[in-house]
């Protein structure tokens, strides 16, 4: 795993929020490789600092790419691209499975000819097998039964197994099948770039891009799974290294033209991101509206991102109000949506003021139970049923009002 760093020295506030929870190691070397917009050009690695405490259940990482000769062609909201390798053990495994000569080239998804072993480790999603890959197994399955299984799960037939399958997990559960290398590596899909929310501003970090980014691990039939360029930037890459990356400008996703316009911002776990942004660009623009947020995430002690930065910005008045919820420090789970309803009747006063809304992180239930805590304190503050609410939530944003950044 990658050494923790102490500071980035354009980010002091970051060493200071990440003093309790690690050591201090070396410090970042400056590096230069220019960045622009869609284009994906090599960048600097300068390194991941862990931003949780020794004894956290999750590992979050301040990831920074630096260069030195230009401004980085980026805004606030926008997010970047970064081009990761698989897991060269991943890939060592299913060479071995595979049993195919290495000296060869072959034709990748994306259109270039590799080593084979290049090809599996940059040019191919071996996390998530596409349907075609599934059934090249299939159709060369030499067991009748492991080619019907195989069909099955090419075809999304429920109860299918092995369920969430990575490329290994099938040639190891089907060892009939043994397709020709080069047919298998052109039915898998592409490796695709991951992207992540810019959590820096240009103005006081000229030079950087930050990232927050999350360490995905867990456990599946025996084998230790890793997100794909989380795994990538929090334990493979080297300090100093050229990583492909791009960056992808936001549509419907920044600050109000208007610095007098206060916002409110609500960005549990990783979801900080572009809201250290947002702060950091308000503050090197003299903004004069107030800014409000809220952030959630396990325990205090633990996982309070940027911890150090946040509560000076609210000392200093950056921050009018800074509410924070932790879902695992009492008996009964406290999350962004319950601080947004505690303070209901002030949230209101602030939308009736023109403030506009954010909202960053998860999709799948932190978005929907906000969307759901904001309509029903329009309803109840405002007097409007429930229905009246959602369609004042839909004209929220369609003004550019109520904007999200969910994933």
């Avoid at 760093?5 to 929870?21: F, G, I, M, T, Y």
Wanted: aromatic letters at 6%; proline letters at 7%.
């Amino acid at each position: 795993m990658l050494k923790e760093l102490a500071a980035v020295p354009s980010a002091s506030v970051v060493a200071a929020a990440a003093a309790a929870a690690a050591p201090k190691p070396a410090q970042i070397e400056a590096v230069a490789a220019p960045l622009a917009p869609s284009a994906p050009l090599p960048a600097r690695f300068a390194g991941s600092l862990r931003l949780n405490g020794e004894g956290s259940q999750k590992d979050t990482r301040h990831v920074v790419f630096r260069q030195a000769d230009a401004p980085l062609a980026y805004n606030v909201g926008d997010a970047l691209g970064v081009h990761a390798a698989n897991d060269p053990e991943l890939v060592e495994a299913i060479l071995g499975r595979l049993g195919a000569p290495l000296g060869g080239e072959v034709d990748c998804p994306d259109g270039t000819r590799r080593p084979l072993r290049e090809a599996l480790l940059e040019g191919c999603d071996i996390g998530r097998p596409s349907d075609a890959a599934i059934e090249v197994l299939a159709s060369r399955a030499r067991d009748p039964a492991e080619a019907d299984r195989l069909q099955a799960l090419a075809e999304g037939y429920p109860g299918a197994e092995p369920a969430g399958a990575d490329l290994l997990d099938l040639l190891l559960a089907f060892p009939s099948a043994q397709p020709p290398a080069q047919e298998l590596v052109l039915a898998l899909a592409k490796l695709e770039p991951r992207l992540y929310s810019i959590a820096s501003s240009p103005k006081v970090h000229p030079g950087e891009v930050h990232l927050t980014v999350a360490a995905v691990r867990y456990a599946l039939r025996g084998r230790v799974r890793k997100g794909v360029a989380s795994g990538f930037l929090a334990e493979r890459a080297r300090q100093g290294s050229a990583i492909s990356v791009f960056v992808k400008p936001a549509h419907g996703f920044d600050l109000p033209a208007d610095p007098e316009v206060p916002i409110i911002m609500i960005g549990p776990g990783t979801g900080i991101a572009p809201f250290r942004a947002f702060l950091q660009e308000r503050r090197a623009l003299g903004a004069r509206g107030r800014n409000w947020l809220f952030f959630g995430d396990q325990r205090r002690e633990l996982d309070f991102l940027y911890r150090a930065e946040l509560e000076a910005f609210r000392g200093d008045g950056l921050l009018a109000r800074l509410d924070v919820a932790f879902s695992r420090d009492q008996a009964e789970k406290i999350y962004v949506q319950h601080r947004m309803r505690e303070h209901a009747a002030q949230l209101y006063a602030w939308i009736e003021d023109g403030a506009h809304v954010y909202v960053c992180g998860d999709a799948t239930r932190m978005a929907r139970d906000v969307d759901a805590a904001l309509a029903h304190i329009l309803a109840k503050q405002g007097g409007k049923s429930f229905g009246e609410a959602k369609t004042q939530l839909a004209e929220l944003a369609r003004a550019g009002r109520y904007q999200r950044d969910v994933y």
